[in-house]
């Protein structure tokens, strides 16, 4: 069954910082969410504690990160989760899938995927980085997010389609040029709500297809920069994401 949450970086910046899950899970279940993508955790008793209280809410969460990568694949199979996030510092493409095959074949002895999560002015950034970097990761599954890979000139939907059956969870999101000249990404463009830019019928067509295949886990909304009232975003952006049907 798919579960809607978000990615609550943006919620950080426009908050500066998270101060309380429990606050920033009632707000979420206000909206209509199931939850946020990441619990960042300092201790076992911290992974206990909220993994309780996101229950007692009615929420939930799709993976934990811990203080080391050690801590992150045992505390996230631990308490039941599906996958955890590939972590890497390499800064060349070589020894990041070298890092990424070792990280996917330790969490696998403990029932884990590993996602890489496609990201504008990392490795993987563009289509072809992607497309290489899951060959030569094989066992290594996908983090997708749409606009990012959308903002390198990629295409999301035949990713969909090709590698289906690697996708661990999903971003969804929406972008505005800033200045099509510039060379830094961040310059180029901006993070906005769903239906608020470029993408046009893109997310729904991700969304849609995402359904149609069968996929069962996560989509999450990020939405990086608010210019108004954070729930104010994320209630428009739900919006969006029920007229996908769901």
């Known amino acids: 069954m798919?579960?809607?949450g978000v990615a609550d970086y943006g919620l950080n910046v426009w908050f500066g910082g998270l101060y309380d899950y429990k606050d920033r899970l009632e707000m979420l279940r206000?909206?209509?969410?199931d939850g946020i993508e990441r619990l960042e955790a300092r201790t076992e008793a911290e992974v206990i504690n909220f993994s309780a209280e996101a229950k007692r809410l009615g929420m939930d969460f799709g993976t934990c990160r811990g203080g080391t990568p050690y801590e992150t694949i045992k505390w996230s199979a631990a308490i039941g989760k599906k996958y955890v996030w590939a972590e890497s510092g390499a800064k060349d493409f070589d020894t990041l899938c070298r890092h990424i095959?070792?990280?996917?074949?330790?969490?696998?002895?403990?029932?884990?995927?590993?996602?890489?999560?496609?990201h504008l002015g990392s490795l993987v950034e563009s289509q072809q980085e992607l497309v290489d970097f899951l060959k030569?990761?094989?066992?290594?599954?996908?983090?997708l997010d749409d606009?990012?890979?959308?903002?390198?000139n990629g295409n999301p939907i035949e990713i969909i389609?090709?590698?289906?059956?690697?996708i661990v969870a999903v971003h969804v999101k929406d972008y505005v040029i800033k200045d099509a000249?510039?060379?830094?990404?961040?310059?180029?463009?901006?993070?906005?709500?769903?239906?608020?830019?470029?993408m046009g019928s893109l997310n729904k067509e991700v969304?849609?297809?995402?359904?149609?295949?069968g996929y069962d886990g996560w989509i999450y909304l990020e939405h990086d920069t608010h210019l108004q009232e954070a729930e104010i975003d994320l209630k428009i952006s739900r919006e969006y994401i029920k007229s996908c049907g769901l």
């Not at 969304?207 to 295949?213: T, W, Y």
């Open 207 to 213: 969304i849609k297809l995402l359904v149609k295949k």
């Open 181 to 198: 000249s510039a060379i830094e990404w961040y310059n180029r463009l901006r993070f906005c709500g769903l239906g608020g830019g470029e």
């Open 2 to 4: 798919i579960k809607i």
């Open 101 to 118: 095959n070792y990280q996917t074949e330790t969490a696998a002895k403990y029932g884990l995927k590993v996602g890489i999560h496609n």
């Open 147 to 152: 606009a990012h890979l959308a903002g390198a």
């Open 30 to 33: 206000r909206v209509g969410f």
């Open 161 to 166: 389609e090709k590698y289906f059956n690697r």
């Open 136 to 143: 030569a990761c094989p066992e290594t599954g996908l983090i």
